[in-house]
């Protein structure tokens, strides 16, 4: 199954590669098996959004800058309103990725 990376960019994603960094430095792991986790971490991800996410949002807002680039859209969002249900959240700045899952599919 082929991935993308983005899901590294993420905080846990952050965190995770940090802690696998510190683990390479101090000699506890070697950098191929860092490597091998990363790769894990973006299927298990990829997988996990795929499947188990099925709540549907609203979002509304001002469009400060869009692009499209390697099959993969990036809208910068100004003074958002996130709708699920009920219940509702208003953001001064939101970045959204949105990559062609169809490329995922080999």
């Given at each position: 199954?082929?991935?993308?990376?983005?899901?590294?960019?993420?905080?846990?994603g952050m965190f995770?590669?940090?802690?696998?960094?510190?683990?390479?430095?101090?000699?506890?792991?070697?950098?191929?098996?860092?490597?091998?986790?990363?790769?894990?971490?973006?299927?298990?991800?990829?997988?996990?959004?795929?499947?188990?996410?099925?709540?549907?949002?609203?979002?509304?807002?001002?469009?400060?800058?869009y692009r499209?680039?390697?099959?993969?859209?990036?809208?910068?969002?100004?003074?958002?309103?996130?709708?699920?249900?009920?219940?509702?959240?208003?953001?001064?700045?939101?970045?959204?990725?949105?990559?062609?899952?169809?490329?995922?599919?080999?």
């Amino acid at each position: 199954m082929a991935t993308f990376e983005i899901y590294r960019r993420s905080t846990l994603g952050m965190f995770l590669t940090e802690s696998l960094d510190e683990m390479v430095s101090s000699c506890t792991l070697s950098p191929e098996l860092a490597i091998q986790v990363l790769v894990q971490f973006d299927k298990s991800m990829t997988e996990a959004l795929g499947t188990q996410v099925k709540d549907k949002i609203t979002i509304k807002g001002h469009l400060h800058t869009y692009r499209f680039c390697d099959h993969v859209w990036t809208f910068i969002l100004q003074d958002a309103l996130v709708k699920k249900g009920l219940s509702q959240a208003k953001v001064n700045r939101m970045k959204i990725v949105a990559c062609d899952s169809h490329l995922l599919v080999q």
